[in-house]
């Protein structure tokens, strides 16, 4: 990887007013949830963070062209989109971290508990979540135009339930016309099960037992592949793309 890539994206989210607003706001809405008492920071806002700022990995070198310039330094495409990543993914992390701080310092202001075992669980949670979301937007954008990854990210959060509550309610039928799917679909439970993965893999929710070592790790080989995929991909795109 990169430093120079890697320090340049941190520069660019530390310098921006959006992400010094957004870190303003977090730190509001933490201190105040830890002064009233709720059982943790409400990292659930990390996520739409880590959607705003993954999206923009990749499609902005493409539509303005600046690739081209990028890649004429002694830099391959893998190491740059690794270190793009990893630059975005650090920023992200930055605001887990001064969310858990600012729960911690609230709860002490306020004189409530701090149970240290859930907070630093529930903050890892969020740390692997930002990676994950962060490697399957590279992927997404290393064959899509500029954001249209963000939109096939939502697209398909919003459509895998749908389809798999869809299979599921045909499968139930017994009589009319879905009777004959139905029956295939009992038939061959591994269909559902297939969406069922697929589902939790690409949109996991967060484990019920604290620090699931086995979530963790279904994680972090997700993410893993989702770079390597993405790697293979932007290597072999053409520059420029085309006006986004």
């Known amino acids: 990887m990169s430093l120079v890539v890697i320090v340049e994206t941190l520069r660019r989210h530390f310098g921006h007013l959006g992400y010094v607003s957004a870190l303003l706001v977090l730190i509001v809405v933490v201190a105040l949830t830890a002064a009233i008492g709720a059982p943790q920071a409400p990292y659930e806002m990390i996520g739409l963070f880590a959607m705003i700022a993954g ?4 499609g902005p070198e493409f539509s303005s062209g600046t690739l081209q310039l990028i890649l004429s330094k002694p830099i391959g495409r893998s190491s740059y989109l690794l270190s793009r990543v990893a630059g975005v993914v650090l920023a992200i992390w930055v605001a ?3 969310m858990f701080g600012s729960d911690v310092v609230g709860r002490l202001i306020a004189g ?3 149970a240290w075992r859930s907070a630093l669980a529930a903050a890892l949670v969020s740390l ?5 979301v962060c490697s399957l937007l590279a992927f997404l954008g290393s064959f899509s135009r500029s954001y249209v990854n963000i939109g096939i990210y939502i697209a398909a959060q919003i459509l895998l339930p749908m389809i798999s509550g869809l299979l599921g309610m045909m499968r139930n039928a017994g009589s009319g016309e879905m009777a ?7 038939k061959h439970p591994a269909i559902m099960e297939a969406m069922a993965k697929i589902n939790y893999n690409l949109f996991p929710d967060a484990p019920m037992i604290p620090f ?6 279904m994680v972090a080989c997700n993410a893993s592949v989702a770079l390597l995929l993405a790697c293979v991909i932007f290597s072999r795109r053409e520059v420029p793309y085309g006006a986004d």
Do not use: E, H, Y
Not at 55 to 58: A, P, R
Not at 180 to 186: D, I, N
């Open 112 to 114: 409530t508990s701090i």
């Open 96 to 98: 887990v971290a001064i």
């Open 180 to 186: 004959v799917f139905g029956a295939f679909l009992r």
């Open 55 to 58: 999206c923009q990995l990749i």
């Open 128 to 132: 692997l979540k930002v990676l994950f």
């Open 212 to 217: 699931d070592r086995n979530w963790m790790v």
